[in-house]
């Protein structure tokens, strides 16, 4: 098993910026890649931005270039630093690890980009 623990998020206005991190525990000797969902209110949970053991990124489109993801292995946590916040950066964003086959999640958090 996997618990990951998030932090971070909260308001901002557009064009601001906000840090999120999420830290694993349990059984972490076996998590492989981690990332960020998100999921706005009437939207299906999208990949934000991903991240192997290895170091290798992968970003949505609409987030290249304003979005970093950055992991520490020996805490066994992930980081993602947003500029440049839009409103429709507006969701719930989820930490993903995965172990194997099995997916576990963050139980989100809310960041919220006024205009």
């Known amino acids: 098993q996997v618990q990951l623990v998030e932090s971070g998020g909260g308001l901002v206005q557009a064009g601001g910026s906000l840090s999120l991190s999420c830290a694993a525990s349990?059984?972490?000797?076996?998590?492989?890649?981690m990332g960020w969902y998100r999921q706005a209110p009437g939207k299906q949970r999208e990949l934000v931005a991903a991240?192997?053991?290895?170091?290798?990124?992968n970003y949505a489109d609409s987030v290249k270039g304003r979005f970093t993801i950055s992991r520490d292995n020996t805490k066994i946590t992930v980081y993602l630093q947003m500029n440049s916040l839009k409103p429709e950066d507006t969701a719930v964003y989820y930490c993903?690890?995965?172990?194997?086959?099995?997916?576990?999640w963050g139980q989100g958090t809310q960041v919220t980009v006024s205009s």
């Open positions: 993903n690890a995965k172990v194997i086959l099995k997916d576990y």
């Open positions: 349990g059984s972490i000797f076996s998590i492989g890649a």
């Open positions: 991240i192997t053991r290895a170091g290798t990124t």
